[in-house]
């Protein structure tokens, strides 16, 4: 596992993502998983050794938390979408500050965001204060929305390799 966990964050380094501005076109999509699960927070993260950093929020004004109480840190090493419909009720979860003191957290879906290296960066999730069981196709399209998020990072990394190539 920490073999694993080293490359990860190597490859997440190498995308030069992390602590970059706003982006219109990553705000688009977390306002979109927002809209489509009707949820008052919807992320874009990215998680390194020491937190959970946010390329793209609604709804909260933070930028970033500790990895320790990340639940996309569950995402990541799950790799498949992550629902937790009451978190107070999750063995992982309900000792959190996020849940057992404000914002009060209970809902928390997460898709991985899986590079085509099959590493999982991040995630696109979507929270709420109150217990929600997610439709299938809200999942569906939140796994769409992280696909979105993956081919804009491969593409500019391609992008960046071709510039490097030429020069």
Same mark, same amino acid.
């Given at each position: 596992?920490?073999?694993?966990?080293?490359?990860?964050?190597?490859?997440?380094?190498?995308?030069?993502?992390?602590?970059?501005?706003?982006?219109?076109?990553?705000?688009?999509?977390?306002?979109?998983?927002?809209?489509?699960?009707?949820?008052?927070?919807?992320?874009?993260?990215?998680?390194?050794?020491?937190?959970?950093?946010?390329?793209?929020?609604?709804?909260?004004?933070?930028?970033?938390?500790?990895?320790?109480?990340?639940?996309?840190?569950?995402?990541?090493? +799950? %790799?498949? &979408?992550?629902?937790?419909?009451? =978190?107070?009720?999750?063995? /992982?979860? $309900?000792?959190?500050?996020?849940? +057992? %003191?404000? &914002?009060?957290?209970?809902?928390? =879906?997460?898709?991985?965001? /899986?590079? $085509?290296?099959?590493?999982?960066?991040?995630?696109?999730?979507?929270?709420?204060?109150?217990?929600?069981?997610?439709?299938?196709?809200?999942?569906?399209?939140?796994?769409?929305?992280?696909?979105?998020?993956?081919?804009?990072?491969?593409?500019?990394?391609?992008?960046?390799?071709?510039?490097?190539?030429?020069?």
């Amino acid at each position: 596992m920490p073999t694993e966990e080293n490359r990860r964050l190597r490859e997440l380094r190498a995308y030069g993502v992390l602590d970059t501005p706003n982006e219109p076109e990553f705000d688009s999509i977390v306002h979109k998983a927002a809209s489509i699960c009707r949820t008052p927070i919807a992320l874009l993260s990215f998680v390194d050794e020491r937190r959970q950093w946010f390329k793209a929020k609604v709804g909260i004004a933070v930028s970033e938390t500790p990895r320790s109480i990340s639940f996309c840190t569950h995402a990541i090493r +799950s %790799g498949e &979408p992550t629902i937790v419909e009451d =978190a107070s009720r999750d063995p /992982r979860l $309900a000792a959190n500050p996020l849940v +057992s %003191g404000a &914002p009060h957290l209970r809902f928390y =879906a997460g898709v991985p965001l /899986r590079m $085509a290296s099959g590493a999982r960066l991040g995630t696109l999730c979507v929270l709420d204060d109150k217990p929600r069981t997610p439709a299938a196709d809200q999942v569906e399209e939140l796994e769409r929305l992280a696909a979105m998020v993956v081919a804009l990072l491969e593409h500019r990394r391609a992008q960046a390799a071709s510039l490097a190539d030429a020069v």
